[in-house]
């Protein structure tokens, strides 16, 4: 992509097109003829999607295709005498012409071909598998696991998932390193798919150069998996120091409260494993009894009703956090302490209070004491996402069920349609939108003639029913 970027001179800023065009002077990429100043006026639409026309067939691999066309342009331009177009275009063929050499094989090659890649890093490996088919890279698929004892074993074992669910073969498959049943692993690709399937560890040539090029996409995914981890722990282990926290800090739980003027009253309940979102164990909780506006005595029902869930051993609430992070300040974080306290359970809290920008500036103990965390930007970082990933967690919440009831008021404002009918008509059409789309025949197949004119009266009041 950079290559392909830096051949056709395509743009690399954060300006939007076409609402930028001719906006402001050209960046600059454009004085350093690393682009062709897209944003200027003077550039047509007719040229710029030449140029990702040409962007595309170079992600194909059709690079002769893309040669010859610039190539029948440049000559063209010489023939108008034009000298200084000709020239760039020159210069363009070039570099499309050496970017296809750096191709490492022709259609003759890899006709039907992947390619296996293993690496590991730290405690992380990574089982990659490169789709070549008429010399083209097509596909990339990888997984990223724990680093196992026995690496051909894993391979091997993979291998044999990845080729049987998938439930066909390519005509070569090239290995990373010289497994013991590669010759049973070829008769057991016989036996299932009819077709024989050379399996060899390529030593020289192009076939080396390719297994390194897998084992290189491998080591880097897996590189970037294990930076992520280390990155997240060094982050968690920075926040356990500054709280002063004798235990391990693995699990973190942030809770926050949303509704509109005191209605559809909904709570979030966001978890964080080793700094990172842990999305399959987030909770949404629905506020019952209260009517009023009162986030303190929301916020004490939802988290009584998580702890009691945990003390009475329920799947998905069954473990206890090591820290738990209200979304407020010291009136919010002592309401959760008075509510571990009457579970019995012991557990560090604190508030997180936000600044005149909603940022977290800070994290609060129940008895008042403030710790900054600004001073401390992965940490600073860190709380910011989970108070961030916690307010947006409940206000989609919120938001879904105030559309939900804004949708079915409408069907209780229509004269005639009660809850009975109201049911029918959802049942039916599946949407409320789907009700006020549909024509009086439509709803005739499940209402009376009367209540059909009537429901579709209430959405066409500009429409004659008789003329339907």
């Known amino acids: 992509m950079k290559a392909i970027r830096e051949v056709l001179k395509l743009p690399d800023c954060s300006r939007q097109f076409p609402r930028d065009v001719g906006r402001d002077r050209p960046c600059l990429n454009y004085h350093m003829n690393r682009c062709e100043g897209w944003c200027q006026e003077s550039k047509t639409c007719t040229e710029y999607r030449e140029r990702m026309l040409q962007a595309r067939e170079l992600l194909k691999g059709n690079y ?10 440049m000559l063209a331009a010489a023939e108008d005498l034009d000298f200084e177009i000709a020239a760039k275009l020159r210069d363009r063929l070039t570099a499309v012409e050496q970017l296809g050499k750096k191709q490492l094989v022709t259609a003759g090659t890899l006709a039907d071909t ?8 730290g405690n992380k490996a990574c089982f990659t598998v490169l789709h070549f088919s008429g010399g083209n890279l097509l596909d990339k698929e990888y997984e990223v696991f724990q680093a196992p004892d026995d690496r051909e074993e894993a391979v091997s074992g993979l291998l044999k998932q990845f080729y049987l669910s998938r439930g066909l073969a390519p005509k070569r498959v090239l290995l990373p390193f010289e497994m013991e049943d590669a010759e049973l692993f070829a008769q057991l690709l016989y036996q299932n798919f009819g077709k024989r399937v050379r399996i060899r560890t390529p030593q020289r040539g192009d076939g080396l150069k390719l297994a390194e090029l897998a084992h ?11 930076t992520k981890e280390e990155r997240a722990a060094g982050t968690v282990a920075l926040l356990q120091n500054l709280l002063g926290l004798e235990h391990k800090l693995s699990r973190m739980e942030s809770f926050d409260i949303s509704h509109t003027a005191g209605t559809d009253i909904v709570a ?22 209260l009517t009023d506006q009162d986030d303190y005595r929301s916020m004490e ?8 869930r945990y003390l009475a051993e329920d799947k998905g609430f069954d473990t206890l ?6 979304d407020g300040g010291i009136a919010h974080a002592n309401v959760a302490l008075n509510v571990l306290k009457e579970l019995g359970l012991q557990i560090p809290v604190y508030g997180m209070v936000k600044d005149h ?22 940490v600073f970082a860190l709380i910011g996402q989970i108070q961030e990933e916690t307010h947006r967690f409940a206000i989609s919440y919120h938001k879904s069920l105030r559309n939900k009831h804004l949708r079915e008021s409408q069907l209780d404002q229509i004269p005639g349609i009660g809850p009975a009918r109201k049911k029918l008509l959802l049942k039916h059409f599946k949407s409320v939108t789907a009700v006020s789309r549909a ?20 959405y066409h009041t500009e429409v004659e029913v008789e003329q339907q």
């Open 268 to 289: 979030s309940m966001v978890v964080f494993y080793e700094g990172r979102p842990c999305k399959k164990d987030y909770k949404r909780f629905k506020i019952e009894g």
């Open 357 to 378: 920008r909603h940022r977290t500036r800070a994290l609060v103990t129940p008895e008042g004491a403030e710790i900054s965390i600004q001073g401390t930007p992965a």
């Open 114 to 121: 992947d390619v296996v890649g293993y690496a590991e890093r």
């Open 439 to 458: 024509s009086v025949q439509a709803l005739e197949e499940v209402l009376s003639t009367k209540d059909a004119q009537s429901v579709y009266r209430f």
């Open 321 to 326: 956090p090591d820290l738990l992070l209200i």
């Open 64 to 73: 002769k295709e893309v040669a010859a066309g610039i190539r029948e342009k």
């Open 301 to 308: 029902q939802v988290l009584t009703r998580r702890f009691q």
């Open 216 to 226: 290189k996409n491998a080591r880097e995914e897996a590189e970037r998996v294990t």
